[in-house]
DNA sequence: AAAATCATGTGAGGAAATCTGACATGTTAT
DNA sequence: ATAACATGTCAGATTTCCTCACATGATTTT
């Protein structure tokens, strides 16, 4: 795994503002964990916390699901693509853990160009509140 | 402002997941805050939510504190940065909404290299329930 | 068509996280 | 030595999130 990818799963959102950057309910994102299709972290006081990966995979269960997928089927394509995944990363160099200097050094470029966030589009007015 | 700056300054992190990227408490926080060294924005319910700019700040804010600068400083500091920002800011090519393409092209590609966090030196342990 | 399944809504009761405000304390500056 | 600064800590209130249960409309199965 490299540094990137340790910062995309790593869990840093409550539920809160995961349903706000994918527009979904509380009570869907409940019930895909319960389908095994995301396994959010939990904090000590056993709140789920969000890392990258979950969002984005929470962002493509929503679009299955407009497409008419249910449950089982996204679960079967998640594995899917997991397997094509794998053989690359097995081939990847080995794993390295991250100076403090790798860090400064990767986050003093540009970073975060944010993450494969739906900006919402049904109600155009209602990230207003986000910008200071 | 650019699209990936509007993600930098789009409020995700209540104060939890704050404390643990700056190792900060979140009486320090709200004191810098008091300090107006940062604004984070609130939720209907009055809680606090910072963007990643944010969190940018207050390590920087966390790195002079331990040089010595003391809030006034500090906030000169600020501005003066403000100061050289924007001439280029103003030359910059006037502002563009995002279609909501733009932002799946932009996503579809890497994303989120997660942001400027530091990794917590004093106790390299203590992420370990971060990752599953 | 009736029954079952699926995906989601909704509400109750409780626990966790965060809020503000006040006071305490160790450090640094005057 | 006093004052100002930065942070700790506590209390009481509010908000957010938790699980569990039941309701409901839409599809699928029988």
């Given at each position: 795994m490299t540094g990137s990818n340790i910062r995309r799963s790593m869990?840093?959102?409550?539920?809160g503002p995961v349903m706000q950057l994918t527009e979904l309910t509380a009570r869907q994102i409940r019930y895909y964990e319960e389908h095994q299709l995301i396994s959010p972290a939990r904090t000590d006081g056993n709140r789920r916390m969000f890392s990258l990966n979950d969002i984005d995979k929470l962002l493509e269960v929503k679009d299955l699901i407009d497409q008419g997928v249910n449950m089982a089927g996204i679960k079967h394509l998640f594995a899917l693509k997991n397997q094509e995944a794998n053989p690359i990363l097995k081939a990847e160099k080995t794993e390295r853990e991250l100076s403090n200097d790798d860090v400064r050094r990767l986050l003093r470029k540009e970073i975060v160009q944010a993450g494969r966030f739906n900006l919402p589009t049904s109600n155009p007015g209602n990230m207003n509140r986000f910008f200071h």
């Open positions: 869990p840093l959102f409550p539920i």
